[in-house]
């Protein structure tokens, strides 16, 4: 059976998140669906993340085994159509080798978060971003998220639900940037690791807006760390300013040939 990889983007507001859930609405179920209508039996698709409800994405990537060797083109269309009206955007496909596997094959996986800092209320990024109402010290954010780089058992910033075997992973970036906002400031934290624990990038970018809004110093983070403590994390910040956007594998399955 020939095997597709999909690149997805998605609002993540309407859905429970991307996992496929009983009576609920999710991405993975909402695609499933989707190619149900081209073809009635298949096994369903693979993502590379599973991202949380509310949390949307520029670059998801899920594989999928179908009985029909479809052009690449036609069945990113296909699904397109079928997702209407649902925030889904199939917005590239390619076939693929049957040992990629969207989760297992990916080497690096890299979220951004939006945290916009300005008093009036935000509206045509609403529900997109995350807002406050105070300015922010972008030079202290970075020295708090400097503390965060490398290997580390990052219990203090994961989820006391996750279900990761082991609360050590190596982040390799957390890069925090402003840009000019109307009347305000974009920040951007730009993460990048191998693999993430649940709630990790959320537990970051709250710390780290406390930083940012002086409430704790750089040194704080570090603090956080090593007390290997959930109790000791910063607020956690809510979904809708974060995106997954982009998954990185040995060999770009989506490169087209020159």
């Known amino acids: 059976m020939p095997r597709f990889a999909l690149k997805i983007e998605y609002h993540g507001k309407p859905f429970v998140g991307w996992q496929r859930q009983i009576d609920l609405q999710s991405v993975q179920g909402a695609v499933e669906n989707a190619l149900r209508v081209l073809e009635s039996d298949h096994d369903g ?9 509310g949390v949307h994405a520029y670059g998801q990537v899920a594989h999928v085994d179908l009985a029909r060797d479809w052009d690449a083109f036609r069945l990113s269309e296909a699904l397109n159509y079928h997702l209407k009206p649902l925030p889904i955007g199939i917005v ?13 094959s990916a080497l690096e996986r890299k979220y951004i978060f939006r945290l916009v800092a300005r008093r009036a209320p935000v509206t045509h990024d609403a ?6 109402r105070h300015p922010l010290d972008v030079k202290a954010m970075q020295e708090g998220a400097n503390q965060l780089l490398g290997r580390h058992d990052f219990t203090t910033f994961r989820s006391t639900i996750c279900q990761a075997n082991s609360p ?14 109307p009347g305000g400031t ?14 990790q990038v959320r537990s970051f970018v709250g710390t780290l807006e406390r930083v940012g809004a002086g409430s704790w110093s750089p040194d704080d983070v570090a603090k956080a760390l090593h007390a ?14 974060l995106y997954l956007a982009d998954v990185t594998y040995p060999e770009d399955p989506f490169q087209k040939a020159p």
């Open 45 to 53: 698709i693979q993502g590379a993340g599973r991202t949380d409800a």
């Open 92 to 104: 590239d496909a390619a076939k693929v080798d049957d040992g990629f596997h969207a989760r297992f």
């Open 127 to 132: 529900g997109i971003v995350w807002q406050v």
């Open 168 to 181: 050590v992973r190596t982040l390799d970036a957390l890069n925090v940037t402003e840009h000019p906002y």
């Open 186 to 199: 974009e920040y951007r934290f730009f993460v990048r690791a191998r693999s993430f624990l649940h709630n």
């Open 228 to 241: 290997k403590d959930r109790a000791a994390c910063g607020p956690v910040c809510p979904p809708h300013g």
